[in-house]
């Protein structure tokens, strides 16, 4: 009420102003027109003498001296000596071009003393006018075509507010329709993802088996939050969405909220990640996540910080066949102490220190295939030199470059 109250109160104001410009109905630039013209007609007696006067001074009808007379006399000079010296020849038809042009004006300053009359009703008029668009000028604008302005935006103004109840039904027709477009999009969206969600967590859980985690389960929740039904449902809140019988928070990406669960070992209860996984249990189901959807994931590079804490043998080499396996679809950077999974690296990067005795500084060294060989049997044996690491570690390399990393799998397909 208080909206249409005001938009009423405005339509009146903009209706009054309209009105009253188009009653005195002003013409772009007449307000400077017409204050010329006042100007000269209150002053035209002066204007006439000073006119009639100045042609006097410029040709005299009454025999008195004048400047047309003077020029002649100083023509007539310069031409009687003009077969002696040229220049007083050029003089005197410089003097004659001027004769020329005080002639012409004089003529031109007679017909303007001419043209001036004394025009009383006229002159009223005028002010007249000129009040009316006083008027106008006060309340709209500082000239005429700024008052014209204000009436063409008030005009375009009233006739929003005069369609304004019209726009509304329309607009609130046009988002209900929107609004239940905008449920049916939610809710088979929530459809898909529920289904994508027991499929990846399915293949999450078979590659977490794989990752020295056999008895882990994840789980891929789906859940909306409801919120209270509005007072008025012909107006909901611009935050909730009629979703079959259920109101629901929804935002540009729908109505959903998705909770990755994880339960570490056989008869524990789901819990989210960040409450119930240990830090290498964090970074192996992350590997077991983005090697499911590699591919289908447009993160460029990842990053996977001692990923093998806490396993060893067999499931550490398959560490490494996963990350070599993520590789392929993405720069994939890995920091490991474990041989079985450095054996699974395009390029090995070791960290060294130096010490010069008062400064320690740490760079970064890429190894050749000899340099390879050594670090992992370091690694191995923790101590270089050793003749059996080495074979062993040129055992894995060369394991390493043999096996074919496997084929992720995909969740959009049917398991």
């Given at each position: 009420?208080?909206?249409?109250r005001?938009?009423a109160?405005?339509?009146?104001?903009?209706?009054?102003?309209?009105?009253?410009?188009?009653?005195?109905?002003?013409?772009?630039?007449?307000?400077?027109?017409?204050?010329?013209?006042?100007?000269?007609?209150g002053?035209?007696?002066?204007?006439?003498?000073?006119?009639?006067?100045?042609?006097e001074?410029?040709?005299?009808?009454?025999?008195?001296?004048?400047?047309?007379?003077?020029?002649?006399?100083?023509?007539?000079?310069?031409?009687?000596v003009?077969?002696?010296?040229?220049?007083?020849?050029e003089?005197?038809?410089?003097?004659?071009?001027?004769?020329?042009l005080?002639?012409?004006?004089?003529a031109?300053?007679?017909?303007?003393?001419?043209?001036?009359?004394?025009?009383?009703?006229?002159?009223?008029?005028?002010?007249?006018?000129?009040?009316?668009?006083?008027?106008?000028?006060?309340?709209?604008?500082?000239?005429?075509?700024?008052?014209l302005?204000?009436?063409?935006?008030a005009?375009?103004?009233?006739?929003?507010?005069?369609?304004?109840?019209?726009?509304?039904e329309?607009?609130?027709?046009?988002?209900?329709?929107?609004?239940?477009?905008?449920?049916?999009?939610a809710?088979?969206?929530?459809d898909?993802?529920?289904?994508?969600?027991?499929r990846?967590?399915?293949?999450?859980?078979?590659?977490?088996?794989?990752?020295?985690?056999?008895?882990a389960?994840?789980?891929?929740?789906?859940?909306?939050?409801?919120?209270?039904?509005?007072?008025?449902?012909?107006?909901p809140?611009p935050?909730?969405l009629?979703v079959?019988?259920?109101?629901?928070?929804?935002?540009r990406?729908?109505?959903?909220e998705?909770?990755?669960?994880?339960?570490?070992?056989?008869?524990?209860?789901?819990?989210?990640?960040?409450?119930?996984a240990?830090?290498g249990?964090?970074?192996?189901?992350m590997?077991?996540v983005e090697?499911?959807?590699?591919?289908?994931?447009?993160?460029?590079?990842?990053?996977?910080?001692?990923v093998?804490a806490?396993?060893?043998g067999?499931?550490?080499?398959?560490?490494?066949?996963?990350?070599?396996?993520?590789?392929?679809?993405a720069?994939?950077l890995?920091?490991?102490?474990?041989?079985?999974?450095?054996a699974?690296?395009d390029?090995?990067?070791?960290?060294?220190k130096?010490?010069?005795?008062?400064?320690?500084?740490?760079g970064?060294?890429?190894?050749?295939?000899?340099g390879?060989?050594?670090?992992?049997?370091?690694?191995?044996?923790?101590?270089?030199g050793s003749?059996?690491?080495?074979?062993?570690?040129r055992?894995?390399?060369?394991m390493?470059?043999?096996?074919?990393?496997?084929?992720?799998p995909d969740?959009?397909?049917?398991?």
């Amino acid at each position: 009420m208080a909206t249409a109250r005001e938009r009423a109160r405005e339509a009146d104001l903009l209706r009054f102003g309209v009105e009253e410009i188009s009653a005195v109905s002003p013409q772009p630039g007449e307000d400077a027109d017409l204050a010329a013209e006042e100007a000269r007609l209150g002053h035209s007696d002066t204007l006439r003498t000073a006119a009639e006067q100045a042609r006097e001074a410029l040709s005299s009808e009454q025999g008195s001296p004048d400047a047309l007379a003077a020029v002649a006399a100083a023509r007539g000079l310069l031409d009687g000596v003009r077969d002696h010296d040229p220049e007083a020849g050029e003089l005197a038809d410089r003097v004659a071009e001027v004769t020329y042009l005080l002639s012409d004006l004089a003529a031109d300053v007679a017909s303007y003393a001419s043209r001036i009359e004394t025009d009383p009703q006229r002159l009223a008029a005028v002010s007249e006018r000129r009040a009316a668009l006083t008027a106008l000028t006060r309340k709209y604008g500082d000239t005429v075509d700024e008052v014209l302005g204000w009436g063409a935006q008030a005009a375009t103004r009233l006739v929003e507010l005069d369609s304004t109840d019209e726009t509304i039904e329309r607009l609130t027709a046009a988002r209900t329709v929107l609004r239940s477009r905008l449920a049916d999009l939610a809710s088979a969206l929530t459809d898909a993802r529920s289904e994508a969600a027991g499929r990846l967590a399915a293949a999450v859980t078979d590659e977490l088996g794989l990752l020295a985690m056999p008895d882990a389960r994840l789980e891929v929740r789906v859940a909306q939050r409801a919120t209270a039904a509005p007072g008025d449902p012909a107006h909901p809140p611009p935050d909730a969405l009629l979703v079959g019988d259920r109101w629901l928070r929804f935002t540009r990406h729908g109505v959903d909220e998705v909770e990755l669960l994880l339960a570490a070992n056989t008869g524990s209860e789901p819990r989210p990640l960040h409450k119930g996984a240990s830090g290498g249990e964090l970074s192996r189901v992350m590997l077991a996540v983005e090697v499911c959807l590699a591919g289908t994931n447009p993160v460029p590079t990842f990053v996977f910080d001692e990923v093998d804490a806490g396993v060893g043998g067999a499931a550490a080499v398959e560490i490494g066949r996963r990350l070599a396996a993520l590789a392929r679809h993405a720069q994939v950077l890995v920091v490991t102490h474990l041989p079985q999974v450095a054996a699974f690296a395009d390029r090995h990067v070791v960290v060294r220190k130096a010490s010069d005795g008062s400064v320690t500084s740490s760079g970064l060294a890429t190894l050749d295939d000899a340099g390879r060989e050594q670090e992992l049997s370091r690694m191995l044996a923790g101590l270089a030199g050793s003749d059996s690491a080495l074979a062993h570690a040129r055992e894995l390399l060369e394991m390493a470059q043999n096996t074919q990393p496997p084929m992720v799998p995909d969740p959009s397909t049917d398991r």
